[in-house]
């Protein structure tokens, strides 16, 4: 059974930093791109980070350019995203998912999901 589970989400200020992991079990971890997304109240989910199975290749939306950054472990089969300078609109449901194969946007093509950690920045 293929499980994605997220952490570190929670309360911060704005100028503030969070970390965010994603453990996964159940899968061939190196074989798999790893995004992280997010949903805010009221919008669509959308892809902020992206890193490629073997952490060659990383994608980063505008909006987190230069703020987030993606890693991941694969011996520890881990994705983390150090998240600094967060302002309010970085609040939102943040989801790690995995895709067998290269690094893709489409959100539909990712296989696995987590059920998400909730990141709240106060202004």
């Known amino acids: 059974q293929v499980q994605l589970v997220e952490s570190g989400g929670g309360l911060v200020q704005a100028g503030g930093s969070l970390g965010l992991s994603c453990a996964a079990s159940g899968l061939t971890f190196s074989s798999y791109a790893v995004g992280w997304f997010r949903r805010a109240p009221g919008k669509e989910r959308e892809l902020v980070a992206a890193?490629?199975?073997?952490?060659?290749?990383?994608y980063y939306a505008d909006s987190v350019k230069g703020r987030f950054t993606i890693s991941r472990d694969n011996a520890k089969n881990t994705v983390h995203l150090q998240m600094n300078s967060l302002t309010p609109e970085d609040t939102a449901v943040y989801y790690c998912a995995a895709h067998v194969g290269a690094v893709t946007l489409r959100i539909n093509e990712y296989n696995y999901w987590g059920q998400g950690t909730q990141v709240t920045v106060s202004s």
């Open positions: 890193i490629s199975w073997g952490g060659g290749y990383t």
